[in-house]
């Protein structure tokens, strides 16, 4: 079936600790433009790729960023005040999704099939668990109540007791047949929860609805369409009880869950997650551009266009305007009312792209390009920038 194999990002939104309907998104008191704060290339084996990707977004907790590298079997634990590298918990392979990580506890995934559970004790992080899955997983597991659901890229779904390690259960979907295409995405997007329903998208274009304690199918809908139908972009229950969802080429749509049909559809494709506040949505199109969606009726208020041909990332609302990056360019921050640009991330000829989107930590900002190179920015007003941010060379 996949003659020719695309990798591309994947779940680089994941729904963490919740769901996107029962967790909103919040706003990251950015005050003024941010401004770099050093640069920090990660250790390890440059990837002998034409095209590099970093998918693995960074997660900020306490002091600490937690960030995967294709160049290291580890999950690499950063100094958020200088970049530089103060632990590496060991993997079987490459982490090419984000942790999900917590005061004590901390779940990752990696590009062997591996999912470990880990736990903090007097500062110190020991693995407690493993699980094992058959094929690489490239979007982060999403947590909620005690139970942690994972899918990789041979259209498996699984989920764990958090706690254990134990499977609870696993569903292996089925491809259409009458859907194979010689083109097939590498990717898989995370599990998102809502409800009593767990749902999965596949690369035929198909998306799945699991009862959550089970696993057992309650539905399926074909939503995928085009040359790429594959869902790469989890998707996203809504409050309603609807669920919003995208195929790579096409379409985004509102599907009630009800009938199983749209409400309202657009001709455009996404390989990540919308940024959703009330029933505004800002949608990263695999097109390159950014759209401000009307949840309810589906009305496009505007459309900026990167005038790249890279898909963009899942954006962060703060207060500044909307934050967004593109695989292939670099990273914008966006009027949320006309969508004009406001500012344009320019650290110099070594930018390469971002695979993951940035992550937001009250003022600060961490993005990690697709050079391996993560960039801490500060949104503050606290005098001029420096005329070269402090560099940390790799260890």
């Known amino acids: 079936m996949s003659a020719l194999i695309l990798s591309v990002l994947a779940g680089t ?62 999950l690499l634990v950063l100094d958020r005040g200088d970049g530089r590298v103060v632990a590496q918990l060991a993997t079987r392979a490459p ?60 259209e498996l779904v699984f989920a764990l007791d958090a706690t254990s390690g134990e499977l609870r259960w696993r569903y292996q979907h089925r491809l259409d047949a009458a859907r194979s295409t010689e083109l097939e995405l590498f990717g898989a997007p995370a599990a998102a929860v809502g409800g009593d329903l767990v749902y999965a998208g596949f690369s035929d274009g ?23 139908p594959d869902l790469i972009a989890p ?40 940024a959703i506040e009330g029933e505004t949505m800002f949608h990263p199109g695999s097109d390159g551009k950014l759209r401000r969606v009307n949840t309810r009726t589906g009305n496009v208020a505007w459309t900026w266009d990167s005038a790249t041909t890279g898909p963009l990332l899942t954006p962060e609302i703060t207060p500044l305007g909307v934050l967004v990056a593109s695989t292939d360019s670099t990273v914008f921050l966006i009027d949320p009312e006309t969508g004009a640009v406001r500012w344009t991330l320019e650290p110099g000829p070594m930018l390469t792209g971002f695979s993951s989107p940035p992550a937001v930590a009250g003022d600060d900002i961490y993005a990690l390009s697709n050079g391996g190179v993560v960039y801490a920015l500060r949104g503050r007003a606290a005098g001029p920038a420096p005329e070269s941010p402090p560099w940390v060379a790799p260890k």
Do not use: M
């Open 206 to 228: 198909f998306l799945a609805a699991l009862d959550r304690a089970t696993g057992t199918e309650q539905w399926t809908a074909l939503v995928g369409e085009g040359t790429y």
């Open 235 to 274: 998707a996203v229950p809504l409050a309603d009880g609807s669920v919003l969802v995208a195929g790579y080429s096409r379409p985004l749509q509102h599907l009630d869950t009800k009938t199983r049909s749209p409400s309202w559809r657009i001709d455009v494709g996404s390989a990540a997650a919308p």
């Open 13 to 74: 939104a994941a729904l963490g600790l919740a769901s996107a309907a029962e967790a909103p998104a919040a706003l990251a008191p950015l005050s003024a433009n941010p401004v770099v704060r050093w640069a920090a290339h990660l250790p390890g084996d440059v990837p002998n790729v034409a095209a590099p990707t970093e998918p693995g977004a960074p997660v900020v907790s306490g002091k600490h960023i937690f960030v995967g590298y294709s160049g290291v079997n580890a």
């Open 95 to 154: 982490v090419s999704c984000a942790p999900i990580v917590t005061d004590d506890q901390l779940i990752v995934a990696d590009s062997a099939g591996y999912t470990a559970g880990w736990t903090r004790k007097d500062g110190e992080w020991t693995q407690r668990w493993e699980h094992y899955s058959g094929a690489p997983i490239v979007s982060t597991p999403t947590v909620v109540n005690g139970t942690v659901y994972v899918t990789n890229v041979d």
